[in-house]
């Protein structure tokens, strides 16, 4: 079976982002947002276990919003409030249930990048 999995680094101090809180929501054809869970990562920048597994990972529209402002405010000092960056949105698809589908998340206080990982 297929699964959902996130990673989360800290760019701007070269290590992983740990104790960002993550939201998880599934979009449907309208549009609509359903909020599936919350969650936070480890020390290692991930979450302890999958988004998404087995009968609960389906085909269809996801949503992740990190939490990128909060965790700066309390592992950066200075930070400007309003933070540039607060929640940051990754809208994407999964076609293939069987799957694994890695979202990762790569940030700073100024700037982020994802890509599909293994």
Same mark, same amino acid.
Do not use: C
């Given at each position: 079976?297929?699964? *959902?999995?996130?990673?989360?680094?800290?760019?701007?101090?070269?290590? $992983?982002?740990?104790?960002?809180? &993550?939201?998880?929501?599934?979009?449907?054809?309208?549009?609509?947002k359903? *909020?599936?869970?919350?969650?936070?990562?480890?020390?290692?920048?991930?979450?302890?276990?999958?988004?998404?597994?087995?009968?609960?990972f389906?085909?269809?529209?996801?949503?992740?919003?990190?939490?990128?402002?909060?965790? =700066? +405010?309390?592992?950066? %000092?200075?930070?400007?409030?309003?933070? =540039?960056?607060?929640?940051? %949105?990754?809208? =994407?698809? &999964? +076609?293939? +249930?069987? +799957?694994?589908?890695?979202v $990762?998340l790569?940030?700073?206080p100024?700037?982020?990048s994802?890509?599909?990982?293994?």
């Open positions: 079976m297929g699964k *959902l999995t996130t990673h989360v680094l800290d760019t701007a101090q070269g290590k $992983p982002a740990a104790g960002m809180q &993550i939201e998880l929501w599934a979009i449907d054809g309208k549009g609509e359903k *909020l599936l869970k919350t969650t936070q990562t480890n020390n290692d920048g991930r979450t302890d276990a999958p988004l998404l597994v087995d009968r609960e389906v085909s269809g529209v996801y949503e992740l919003v990190f939490l990128v402002g909060d965790y =700066f +405010a309390k592992s950066t %000092p200075n930070m400007p409030n309003p933070p =540039f960056l607060n929640r940051v %949105p990754l809208q =994407f698809g &999964i +076609a293939d +249930a069987t +799957a694994h589908y890695h $990762p790569l940030t700073s100024w700037a982020y994802t890509y599909r990982g293994s």
